[in-house]
């Protein structure tokens, strides 16, 4: 599965974004999706991830209450809604997803997408 996220920017802190994550298989529905973060020099971090259904969420302690993630199973995306974002959240955001009941771990995935950058400045 081909994933390109996109959506990231530079923001001052307390802003908002809204990352986008567009899948290539038909069968969209059929993979649970992940969102993680990579800041240079660290290791993929987990951030949000969310079930087939979409009714099923999980947040990194970090983005509980400021991150949401939700999904368009017709339309083959993936959203991250971030608010009141921090420098701490400034990082490389990816996609991944996972076929099955299982969801995307860094070292388990069926596709990783290229990362979109997001910068938050003090």
């Known amino acids: 599965v081909q994933l390109q996220a996109s959506g990231g920017g530079s923001v001052q802190a307390g802003g908002s974004l809204r990352l986008s994550c567009a899948a290539s298989?038909?069968?969209?529905?059929?993979?649970?999706v992940g969102w993680f973060r990579r800041t240079p020099g660290k290791e993929h971090e987990f951030v949000a991830a969310i079930n087939r259904a979409a009714d099923t969420t999980h947040y990194a302690e970090f983005a509980e209450g400021r991150f949401t993630i939700s999904r368009d199973n017709a339309g083959n995306m993936v959203y991250l809604q971030m608010r009141d974002l921090r420098p701490g959240d400034t990082a490389v955001y990816s996609c991944?997803?996972?076929?099955?009941?299982?969801?995307?771990?860094?070292?388990?995935?069926?596709?990783w997408g290229q990362g979109t950058q997001v910068t938050v400045s003090s």
């Open positions: 298989t038909r069968t969209f529905g059929s993979y649970n």
């Open positions: 991944a997803v996972r076929l099955g009941e299982l969801y995307p771990t860094i070292r388990n995935s069926d596709g």
